[in-house]
């Protein structure tokens, strides 16, 4: 399958916790974003990178959020200090980019439960 | 701020033809797409307007006019496996994507 991966497909943690999200994009997609789902809701955007370098964060990433993108190849996502509101579905994705990033594709998602 | 709104739900029967609208509040885009999503699964692309106009995909269609801040997608022939969430989304120079609020279409025999 050469589509976007994500791991682990689904976590449970007990808040105040730390977690950490993989994404394997697309090998030759040089852009990867991070989305974050709830139910009922559109895709929420977080940040993305080109390649390593991390090009833009939401406001809605808070200091708790981190994410990286060693090498330009996978990225990871992590929650410090995990709070019930974090609970979603953790969306990865990724594009060619420049004049088609409009048709990204999505990985099938990381689903955070926070009790 | 920059805001997509999108009916909450469509209901139609198989065969039939179901436009989906979008009306928005932004500026400075490059252009509309619109996802599909199953229940559970994945957000996948369909369809993008980067120019008014229709663009047209097999059964699927979509529909921009900047002027009015409007856009559709439109789906013909329905089938059960329509059944699935639709997003419109716009895209920026910066290569985010914002997503409408989305509309749940079920398609009934």
């Known amino acids: 399958d050469t589509g976007v991966s994500q791991d682990p497909r689904h976590k449970i943690t007990k808040r105040g916790q730390n977690v950490t999200f993989r994404c394997d994009p697309i090998s030759e997609h040089n852009r990867l974003y991070w989305y974050r789902q709830t139910l009922g809701q559109g895709p929420e955007f977080l940040t993305y990178?080109?390649?390593?370098?991390?090009?833009?964060k939401s406001r809605l990433l808070s200091d708790r959020f981190s994410a990286e993108r060693p090498k330009g190849s996978f990225s990871t996502l992590e929650i410090q200090r995990t709070e019930q509101g974090d609970s979603a579905m953790y969306l990865c994705?990724?594009?060619?980019?420049?004049?088609?990033?409009?048709?990204?594709?999505f990985g099938p998602g990381t689903r955070l439960t926070v009790t | 701020g920059q805001s997509l709104e999108q009916p909450s739900e469509v209901t139609a029967v198989e065969g039939a033809i179901v436009q989906i609208n979008c009306t928005y509040q932004?500026?400075?885009?490059?252009?509309l797409s619109w996802y599909q999503q199953h229940d559970g699964g994945a957000p996948t692309f369909l369809s993008y307007?980067?120019?008014?106009g229709l663009e047209e995909t097999g059964r699927f269609s979509s529909f921009l006019s900047r002027s009015d801040s409007y856009g559709y997608l439109l789906l013909q022939e329905l089938q059960m496996k329509d059944s699935a969430s639709y997003f419109c989304a716009v895209g920026f120079n910066t290569d985010k994507l914002i997503f409408g609020t989305g509309t749940r279409l079920q398609v009934f025999p």
């Open positions: 990178f080109q390649n390593e370098a991390q090009l833009e």
């Open positions: 307007n980067a120019l008014d």
């Open positions: 932004t500026s400075g885009f490059y252009g």
């Open positions: 994705a990724s594009s060619l980019g420049g004049t088609e990033s409009y048709e990204q594709y």
